[in-house]
């Protein structure tokens, strides 16, 4: 009697990155061009340490964060992937704190503050969930990541109690509906093993 075959349980790939990626992207001409880009981190695992990253872009480009050393590893690895113009190294990193209130059944707010200012990522109006795969050389990319994502129909950004321009605006992915605003949760970022 044959063996059956065993089957794979274990990525064979090496650990970039666990944690999450949420963000925030708004548009005023339904998705040809932003007016507010955010992209929040909060980074459970990664050769850097764990902590926190903001990089958001409004009339410029600034990065928040509770570790820099992590921040530019991601700059290094991830980001020059999904925004180049987020992994500069030029870029300063000002000091910030985080800190998550809400819920993914109703809104879910990321709230970051510094000495001068203060930031609140609101999602809320949740699609169905679905989980992106994505192994390294998918879409050219050397790098792999596997996430779950929550599309938001609806999103606000606010700085120092100010709400961002912009609207949520519609946005398939791989065949799924989707927004421009998702949280990205339990997500994974692979290399193929050296």
């Not at 590893?73 to 925004?83: A, D, H, R, T």
Request: hydrophobic fraction near 35%; include cysteine.
């Amino acid at each position: 009697m044959a063996t059956p075959p065993v089957q794979q349980m274990v990525d064979p790939h090496d650990v970039v990155m666990t944690g999450e990626n949420s963000f925030i992207r708004l548009s005023q001409d339904g998705g040809k061009s932003l007016v507010t880009r955010a992209s929040h981190w909060r980074v459970l695992w990664s050769p850097a340490g764990q902590g926190h990253v903001l990089f958001l872009e409004t009339k410029s480009i600034r990065i928040y964060s509770d570790n820099v050393g992590m921040t530019r590893y991601l700059q290094q690895q991830i980001e020059k992937l999904l925004y180049e113009p987020f992994a500069d190294p030029k870029l300063p990193v000002v000091d910030a704190r985080f800190e998550r209130t809400g819920h993914s059944l109703a809104t879910v707010e990321e709230r970051i503050s510094t000495q001068k200012d203060s930031f609140v990522l609101s999602w809320w109006d949740f699609i169905d969930p679905f989980i992106l795969t994505m192994p390294p050389g998918a879409m050219k990319r050397p790098l792999g990541v596997y996430s779950t994502f929550i599309p938001a129909r609806s999103a606000q950004l606010t700085v120092n109690g100010e709400a961002m321009p912009g609207e949520v605006f519609e946005q398939e992915r791989f065949g799924k509906p989707s927004s421009s605003c998702c949280l990205a949760w339990s997500e994974s970022w692979t290399r193929p093993r050296k």
